[in-house]
């Protein structure tokens, strides 16, 4: 609960299925820090490989993949007192949560970005998130700054750009949405 991870800019991370366990979505679980610093010369990349980045709007939102959620997500326990995310593209995410990973949470809905700490810092800014079964990302509360993003294709099932809980203060400002919602 004391660690940090840092992700360098450049790096490209591949989440698939745990195929031992009967194919259950991965995703990353944060019980420290997260510093996600990637730079506009050198994003880093959360995925699922082979999956199609698709354009298209208006379509059957049934066979697009941006909503089918590909891997878990990125989630911050409540013991995780700062989540940081800059220059990221986080993509195909938003998979139900396993009973493991919904220890960190207490929810098992599917989101790209969970934070739980109530008491800590979300930093998102010039990031991109495509695609997710629900809300781009959730917030349960503390200091967020969410600035200069895209959320594109999130919310198959009606979800928001943003969910916020009780308790949640910052900025959240000159961010774009694209597409939310299945609209």
Same mark, same amino acid.
């Given at each position: ?76 326990? !409540?013991?995780?007192?700062? &989540?940081?995310? $800059? ?12 009973? *493991? +990973? ?39 509360g503390g200091k967020i700054n969410v600035m200069r993003n895209t959320f594109e294709k999130c919310?198959? !099932?009606?979800?928001?750009? &943003?969910?916020? $809980? ?12 694209? *597409? +939310?919602?299945?609209?």
């Amino acid at each position: 609960q004391t660690d940090t991870l840092f992700i360098q800019p450049g790096v490209t991370i591949n989440f698939g299925l745990n195929t031992s366990n009967g194919n259950i979505p991965c995703g990353l679980g944060i019980k420290g820090t997260l510093i996600c610093v990637g730079t506009k010369d050198k994003p880093i990349l959360i995925t699922f490989p082979g999956v199609t980045k698709t354009d298209t709007y208006g379509a059957d939102p049934n066979l697009d993949p941006a909503l089918k959620g590909k891997w878990t997500g990125i989630i911050g326990a !409540t013991t995780c007192p700062l &989540m940081v995310i $800059k220059w990221t593209r986080v993509e195909f995410g938003g998979a139900a949560i396993s009973a *493991g +990973m919904k220890t960190f949470t207490g929810s098992s809905s599917p989101y790209p970005l969970y934070y739980a700490n109530p008491a800590g810092v979300f930093i998102l800014e010039d990031s991109w998130i495509y695609g997710s079964v629900d809300d781009p990302f959730r917030i349960n509360g503390g200091k967020i700054n969410v600035m200069r993003n895209t959320f594109e294709k999130c919310g198959y !099932t009606g979800g928001e750009a &943003m969910n916020a $809980k009780a308790g949640t203060i910052g900025n959240f400002a000159y961010n774009l949405c694209i *597409g +939310m919602a299945t609209n």
